[in-house]
């Protein structure tokens, strides 16, 4: 059964600290979105890739927010430094070019 | 201004009854897609069902279908039959762009209740 695969699951960590989040897209899937879910914000676009190249990260803060997709089964999210505000789920999620977006599980992240 | 609207935060609904949930959209775009979604509290996405702006017809999946009114911009989910385990988050989503770019925007949800 195909599904897209983030890890961790869940991350606790101190303020400050790097946290890099996993995410390998269906096989066969070309497009990689990265999503932030608060309770205050919902589910915020932060980034999306086609063929492994950024689209747009405009709904990114680029001064601690970075994504990249070294190559077609893995994309990362990396946060230096984490903040508190920082916390929520974020969600990956992959496409093939037509249809529905397939969603990870989720990584839950609390900056303390 | 928005792209997805959901104005119901919460909705109450009784076991085996059927519910709408509202969604109204804007764009400029002649080709989009319309979604809906489905989180439960375990967390997960659920893909539920997808309508696109060409089809004339409303779509329809099991107990789910999308009634889809072009003019009006609006997108309502009807569930029938409603049961428990239908007690979710539902999100209404919106692809727009081109093939080559193409984004998804997601309204802010409607929780549902499913009452016994």
């Known amino acids: 059964d195909a599904r897209v695969t983030q890890t961790p699951r869940h991350k606790v960590t101190e303020m400050g600290q790097e946290v890099t989040m996993r995410c390998q897209p269906i096989l066969g899937h070309n497009t990689v979105f990265w999503y932030r879910q608060t309770m205050m914000q919902g589910l915020e676009l932060l980034a999306y890739?086609?063929?492994?190249?950024?689209?747009?990260d405009s709904g990114m803060p680029k001064d601690r927010f970075s994504a990249e997709m070294p190559d077609a089964t893995l994309a990362t999210l990396k946060i230096q430094p984490s903040e508190p505000r920082d916390s929520a789920v974020y969600f990956c999620?992959?496409?093939?070019?037509?249809?529905?977006?397939?969603f990870g599980e989720g990584s839950r992240l609390t900056v303390l | 201004a928005q792209k997805i609207t959901q104005t119901q935060p919460g909705m109450f609904v009784q076991e085996k009854e059927a519910v709408t949930l509202d969604c109204t959209y804007d764009t400029s775009d002649q080709s989009y897609g319309l979604f809906w979604y489905k989180q439960p509290s375990s967390g997960e996405m659920i893909f539920l069902i997808y309508?696109?702006?060409?089809?004339?017809q409303n779509a329809t999946e099991g107990r789910y279908s999308l009634n889809f009114q072009k003019a009006r911009k609006s997108a309502n989910l009807v569930i029938s039959a409603s049961q428990l385990g239908d007690s979710a988050m539902y999100f209404c989503?919106?692809?727009?762009?081109?093939?080559?770019?193409?984004?998804?925007?997601f309204g802010s949800g409607t929780k549902l209740n499913v009452k016994p």
């Open positions: 999620a992959s496409r093939s070019g037509v249809g529905e977006l397939f």
């Open positions: 989503a919106m692809r727009e762009g081109h093939y080559n770019f193409n984004k998804f925007y």
């Open positions: 309508q696109g702006s060409y089809d004339e």
């Open positions: 890739f086609r063929n492994r190249a950024p689209l747009d």
